[in-house]
């Protein structure tokens, strides 16, 4: 599995892990965070700390935050951050 790959399966027990109430069927790249998983903003925090941790991040900048909705925006953000050379 590539690094890209691990990134975006990490990203995604992650979310999984901590979300407020989790789909039956399991989580689908368009599901919302905030509408359909229940995050609250003190929960995205706990999130973005998370994902620092599991995947060793640097911190994610708050600019990129605003942009992720959906749990695909995570996973495409915690490849882009993971980055080819790490």
Do not use: H, Y
């Not at 789909?23 to 994902?51: C, H, K, Y």
């Not at 599991?54 to 600019?63: F, K, R, V």
Request: glycine share 6%; aromatic share 2%.
């Amino acid at each position: 599995m590539t690094d890209a790959a691990q990134a975006r399966t990490r990203a995604l027990d992650v979310v999984e892990a901590m979300a407020p109430n989790p789909p039956v069927g399991g989580l689908q790249p368009e599901l919302r965070l905030i509408d359909d998983l229940g995050f609250d903003s003190l929960r995205l925090v706990e999130l973005t700390m998370a994902l620092e941790d599991a995947l060793e991040l640097e911190p994610i900048p708050q600019s990129r935050l605003a942009e992720v909705m959906t749990v695909g925006a995570v996973q495409d953000l915690a490849e882009e951050m993971k980055g080819p050379g790490s």
